[in-house]
């Protein structure tokens, strides 16, 4: 499937960013993210709202939502 990549100043005119993790594959990315590492998920920044769907499988050990 081909990917489509955006630059995070093209990120930053929407008005809702929507992240999907799933799959205890992803529980890695997202410990750094949630940890503040400097990646991209944590630069790009909407006009709005920012939601994460996770599924059980992804979300780190000692999180606590």
């Known amino acids: 499937m ?22 205890p594959d992803k529980r890695a990315i997202l410990t750094r993210v949630l940890d503040g590492e400097n990646l991209p998920a ?8 920012t939601i994460w769907l996770v599924d059980e499988a992804a979300l780190p050990e000692n999180f606590r939502g």
Do not use: K
């Open 42 to 49: 944590n630069r790009a920044h909407s006009t709005g709202e």
């Open 2 to 23: 081909p990917r489509v990549s955006l630059t995070l100043p093209a990120l930053a005119s929407c008005r809702e960013m929507l992240f999907e993790l799933s799959g």
